[in-house]
């Protein structure tokens, strides 16, 4: 069935490097959502790219949708130990009925 | 505002056992959706629910089922409770159905045993 994957699983980033997470999907996305989770808590919304080929920046996080809206792409810039959880991708897949599904996570783990 | 409550938090169950979970959403928000999250398997959605009204629903059997009241208020319910139903169940607002973040609660761990 539609899916969402993402790689890597697990990211292990020293401080002050960069580092990027890739989503994507077996079939054309509505949108997509970013969403963080610290460990031990919820996850909390990011952001939302809509468009073909979007590019939004908050601060030192950059999230892109693909051209063909079925792969999207987190990259951090200059890690900080604030950074440390887990990135979800979710996407609203219209073939399935608009269900948001969710990427498996990258669990970001950060040596100072 | 107040954020996404859920209640409880905790709660160990045995095999067989029913369980029943609540959830309020931000206020002013319409749709609640659940999610089931578990080391293994991720985020899985479990359904979702506007004004009252099943929008959508997952993969999973006939013993999940769900219910929003005119407050928007949700509450879900597992029967007949398996080992392989211990997860953290997250529940999410947003302020109307479509394209709109999710906002989610803290969760319920609920262990089976």
């Known amino acids: 069935g539609q899916q969402v994957m993402q790689i890597p699983q697990y990211q292990h980033v020293q401080e002050g490097e960069d580092f990027t997470t890739y989503c994507n999907s077996s079939?054309?996305?509505?949108?997509i959502q970013w969403y963080k989770q610290r460990p031990g808590g919820h996850p909390v919304f990011l952001i939302q790219?809509?468009?073909?080929?979007e590019v939004k920046k908050q601060k030192r996080l950059t999230f892109q949708f693909g051209e063909a809206k079925k792969n999207s792409s987190l990259h951090i810039t200059a890690t900080q130990t604030t950074d440390v959880g887990t990135y979800f991708c979710?996407?609203?897949?219209?073939?399935?009925?608009?269900?948001?599904?969710f990427g498996g996570g990258t669990r970001v783990l950060v040596k100072p | 505002k107040a954020g996404v409550t859920q209640t409880p938090r905790y709660l160990i169950k045995t095999r067989g056992q029913q369980v029943t979970l609540s959830c309020s959403p931000i206020?002013?928000?319409?749709?609640v959706s659940w999610y089931q999250q578990t080391p293994g398997q991720g985020l899985q959605f479990l359904f979702e629910?506007?004004?009252?009204?099943?929008?959508n629903k997952g993969n999973f059997p006939g013993r999940f089922s769900g219910r929003q009241f005119s407050n928007s208020r949700s509450e879900m319910n597992v029967s007949t409770l398996e080992l392989g139903d211990s997860a953290l169940y997250l529940c999410?607002?947003?302020?109307?159905?479509?394209?709109?973040?999710?906002?989610f609660g803290p969760g319920t761990r609920l262990t089976v045993t």
């Open positions: 206020s002013g928000h319409r749709s």
């Open positions: 629910y506007f004004s009252e009204t099943q929008r």
């Open positions: 079939t054309t996305l509505s949108n």
């Open positions: 979710a996407g609203f897949i219209k073939a399935a009925g608009n269900k948001l599904t």
């Open positions: 999410a607002s947003s302020p109307e159905d479509g394209y709109y973040e999710q906002y």
């Open positions: 790219l809509v468009k073909s080929g």
